[in-house]
T-cell receptor
Framework: DTEVTQTPKHLVMGMTNKKSLKCEQH?????MYWYKQKAKKPPELMFVYSYEKLSINESVPSRFSPECPNSSLLNLHLHALQPEDSALYLCASSQGKGTANTGELFFGEGSRLTVL | LAKTTQPISMDSYEGQEVNITCSHN???????ITWYQQFPSQGPRFIIQ???TKVTNEVASLFIPADRKSSTLSLPRVSLSDTAVYYCLVGDLNNAGNMLTFGGGTRLMVKP
């Protein structure tokens, strides 16, 4: 299984709603990532989890709250978002550190978020 | 972090060979070069990775000169389905955060 699965594929929410994006992988990867991508722009790194610990937060506003319940799951909790947060949210995983690590990122298909 | 520079866009025709060059003048000794392909509304997909000289797989070739300050992704005989954005990333494989920054990418349009 070389897939990263993201749910939901599409999400529409109001600015006062609380919702979550979910990501799952069963490749035994120990690093997981959240990226945000606006139209016609490159993916922007938001968060990195390494061995279930948050290792990088790219100064993301607190209305985005990541969570890594275990090595296979990654969540992104959303609260009080703004319309400009509308984007494609991509989850990725990689092996993590180690001699066999190629650094290759495996991406999910993304969750398309619209904030009204 | 080594910054990368790529052409914003390129056009080609079916059956042609396409070469996309990435400039990374401040590449570090431990850095590898990795290329990804992204179709609209999908996540990027790994194409090829290399450290020096030439790497070839079933999809593409990667040419890296001796000074490693640039690299060229070569796609042989492109088809319409190769229309996508191609990203070059540079970083240390074992340094979390180092191989994770996407540059602007090159938008390749393959025409019939």
């Amino acid at each position: 299984d070389t897939e990263v699965t993201q749910t939901p594929k599409h999400l529409v929410m109001g600015m006062t709603n609380k919702k979550s994006l979910k990501c799952e992988q069963h490749m035994g990867h120990r690093a997981m990532y959240w990226y945000k991508q606006k139209a016609k722009k490159p993916p922007e790194l938001m968060f990195v989890y390494s061995y279930e610990k948050l290792s990088i937060n790219e100064s993301v506003p607190s209305r985005f709250s990541p969570e890594c319940p275990n090595s296979s799951l990654l969540n992104l909790h959303l609260h009080a978002l703004q319309p400009e947060d509308s984007a494609l949210y991509l989850c990725a995983s990689s092996q993590g550190k180690g001699t066999a690590n190629t650094g290759e990122l495996f991406f999910g298909e993304g969750s398309r978020l619209t904030v009204l | 972090l080594a910054k990368t520079t790529q052409p914003i866009s390129m056009d080609s025709y079916e059956g042609q060979e396409v070469n996309i060059t990435c400039s990374h003048n401040n590449i570090a000794t431990n850095d590898y070069i990795t290329w990804y392909q992204q179709f609209p509304s999908q996540g990027p997909r790994f194409i090829i990775q290399g450290y020096k000289t030439k790497v070839t797989n079933e999809v593409a070739s990667l040419f890296i000169p001796a000074d490693r300050k640039s690299s060229t992704l070569s796609l042989p005989r492109v088809s319409l389905s190769d229309t996508a954005v191609y990203y070059c990333l540079v970083g240390d494989l074992n340094n979390a955060g180092n191989m994770l920054t996407f540059g602007g990418g090159t938008r390749l349009m393959v025409k019939p």
